[in-house]
């Protein structure tokens, strides 16, 4: 385990072609990493995420994805992802391939994977349309009572990328309120990097928070305010504001692609880009 820069994390970490999950469910959104591998300009990544909302309409505008894998897509509470769409339906930048499941369907291959299992089962799309579009969904007879079982092949990401609260100096990580699929998305990963907000002496870790051991994580990186726009409990509040401004923005792609060029390509790291947003007057 390494305490070390952003940029040199995901410089030595994050390869071409890689399979790359950053989770986060509705707080703790790693977004200064999602940028960090826009301005290194990463390509033929393979994209998992339940909620791929803006930070993956970010990085598949950007043109760092040609696959997606996910469960649900859009603006939460606005509307469309208009580049992950526009991606879809028009291969623009480039084609984009999609394996689409439903929120248990993406848990239970985690889980799956976490676990050094080959596949996650689930009794939800059973019955369901779902099968028809993800060929990887299939089944299988339970051996002790003969139901019939859908299956999702595991989730192992090269490099799952998580953002949280605390780590310690020995590299353990906190991660407290709202979770989604971080944890299992951490453990089944090859490579596991963490930008947190701070690095302190010791956790104080509450009950029921969840401590990542320094032994599953490559990296910390000391990124405050690396999940803006989204939150950090007990940092920051969720910048309403700034979802409802990236509808008008990242609608049209000469405007998504003049916002990407001066806020996250022209500045050197997450620090230079909420100055220019700053700067700008649009900024947290």
Same mark, same amino acid.
């Given at each position: 385990?390494?305490?070390?820069?952003?940029? #040199?994390?995901?410089?030595?970490?994050?390869?071409?072609?890689?399979?790359?999950?950053?989770?986060?469910?509705?707080?703790?959104?790693?977004?200064?990493?999602?940028?960090?591998?826009?301005?290194?300009?990463?390509?033929?990544?393979?994209?998992?995420?339940?909620? $791929?909302?803006?930070? %993956?309409?970010?990085?598949? /505008?950007?043109?760092?994805?040609?696959?997606?894998?996910?469960?649900?897509?859009?603006? $939460?509470? &606005?509307?469309?992802?208009?580049?992950?769409?526009?991606?879809?339906?028009?291969?623009?930048?480039?084609?984009?391939?999609?394996?689409?499941?439903?929120?248990?369907?993406?848990? =239970?291959?985690?889980?799956?994977?976490?676990?050094?299992?080959?596949?996650?089962?689930?009794?939800?799309?059973?019955?369901?349309?779902?099968?028809?579009?993800?060929?990887?969904?299939?089944?299988?007879?339970?051996?002790?009572?003969?139901?019939?079982?859908?299956?999702? $092949?595991?989730? @192992?990401?090269?490099?799952?990328?998580?953002? #949280?609260?605390?780590?310690?100096?020995? /590299? @353990?990580?906190?991660?407290? /309120?709202?979770?989604?699929?971080?944890?299992?998305?951490?453990?089944? =990963?090859?490579?596991?990097?963490?930008?947190?907000?701070?690095?302190?002496?010791?956790?104080? =870790?509450?009950?029921?928070?969840? &401590?990542?051991?320094?032994?599953?994580?490559? #990296?910390?990186?000391?990124?405050?305010?690396? #999940?803006?726009?989204? %939150?950090?409990?007990? %940092? %920051?509040?969720?910048?309403?504001?700034?979802?409802?401004?990236?509808?008008?923005?990242?609608?049209?792609?000469?405007?998504?692609?003049?916002?990407?060029?001066?806020?996250?390509?022209?500045?050197?790291?997450?620090?230079?880009?909420?100055?220019?947003?700053?700067?700008? /007057?649009?900024?947290?």
């Amino acid at each position: 385990m390494a305490i070390t820069t952003l940029q #040199a994390a995901i410089g030595e970490h994050v390869r071409d072609g890689d399979t790359v999950a950053l989770e986060g469910f509705t707080h703790l959104i790693p977004f200064a990493a999602g940028q960090e591998i826009i301005r290194q300009r990463r390509r033929g990544l393979h994209l998992v995420r339940m909620t $791929p909302d803006l930070v %993956y309409d970010q990085m598949i /505008g950007a043109g760092c994805a040609d696959r997606l894998t996910f469960s649900w897509g859009g603006n $939460p509470g &606005v509307g469309s992802a208009h580049r992950v769409r526009d991606a879809i339906e028009n291969d623009w930048p480039g084609a984009l391939a999609i394996s689409e499941h439903s929120h248990a369907g993406m848990a =239970a291959a985690y889980v799956a994977g976490a676990s050094h299992l080959p596949f996650g089962m689930l009794r939800g799309y059973l019955g369901t349309d779902l099968p028809r579009v993800n060929p990887a969904i299939r089944q299988v007879t339970c051996p002790y009572t003969g139901e019939q079982l859908a299956t999702v $092949p595991a989730l @192992n990401p090269d490099v799952t990328i998580l953002h #949280a609260q605390k780590a310690d100096r020995a /590299g @353990n990580v906190l991660i407290s /309120g709202i979770l989604g699929a971080q944890k299992e998305a951490g453990l089944a =990963a090859r490579k596991l990097l963490v930008t947190v907000e701070e690095i302190v002496d010791d956790l104080g =870790a509450p009950m029921n928070g969840i &401590v990542l051991p320094n032994w599953v994580v490559t #990296a910390v990186c000391c990124v405050p305010g690396g #999940a803006w726009p989204s %939150y950090a409990r007990g %940092y %920051y509040a969720r910048d309403n504001a700034f979802y409802i401004a990236w509808d008008e923005i990242s609608r049209d792609r000469e405007t998504f692609s003049a916002w990407i060029d001066r806020y996250v390509l022209g500045t050197g790291d997450f620090a230079g880009f909420i100055a220019a947003l700053r700067a700008a /007057g649009v900024g947290p």
